[in-house]
């Protein structure tokens, strides 16, 4: 049988956790963001024809690598290597995934593909940073636990 636990009362209005929350994101989306953009460049630049699904999970895996790698390095800085790369694979995979299906979806629906601009960059960008953002709030609030 199924123990139901009552679930904690999340504080949503506590600015001090959203500024932090934000700076995690924004660390996320910035190693996520290197190698999703990267990924989806080289297949427009180099003219490199594969379907679009493809092109966009191939992204998501190579912004979730990036994003490992960056806080690896990051982290580094304070630990032992091996530390570094198992705490960074401890970060929070629903955050990371979420924020890249957000900004793919997005780059889809403007787009109709895999393709950039100068100006859906900074929409997906806002979107890859909106949609984890309530998530890492709750998880920091609620398990102590920063996405990074």
């Given at each position: 049988m199924v123990a139901i636990t009552k679930s904690p009362k999340v504080n949503w209005l506590q600015p001090g956790k959203w500024k932090k929350a934000s700076y995690n994101?924004?660390?996320?989306?910035?190693?996520?963001?290197?190698?999703?953009?990267?990924?989806i460049a080289y297949f427009q630049f180099t003219g490199t024809h594969w379907p679009t699904l493809i092109i966009m999970c191939l992204a998501i895996v190579m912004g979730l690598l990036t994003s490992i790698?960056?806080?690896?390095?990051?982290?580094?800085?304070?630990?032992?290597?091996?530390?570094?790369?198992?705490?960074?694979?401890?970060?929070?995979?629903?955050?990371?995934?979420?924020?890249?299906?957000?900004?793919?979806?997005?780059?889809?629906?403007?787009?109709?593909?895999?393709?950039?601009?100068?100006?859906?960059?900074?929409?997906?960008?806002a979107a890859g940073f909106i949609t984890p953002l309530p998530y890492n709030y709750w998880r920091l609030e609620v398990l102590g636990k920063a996405c990074h």
């Open positions: 994101t924004l660390w996320c989306l910035l190693g996520c963001s290197i190698g999703d953009l990267g990924t790698l960056l806080e690896t390095i990051v982290l580094s800085k304070q630990m032992t290597i091996s530390t570094a790369l198992r705490t960074a694979l401890g970060m929070s995979m629903i955050s990371m995934v979420s924020m890249e299906v957000a900004m793919n979806l997005m780059d889809v629906l403007l787009m109709g593909g895999a393709v950039l601009t100068w100006w859906v960059i900074p929409i997906m960008l």
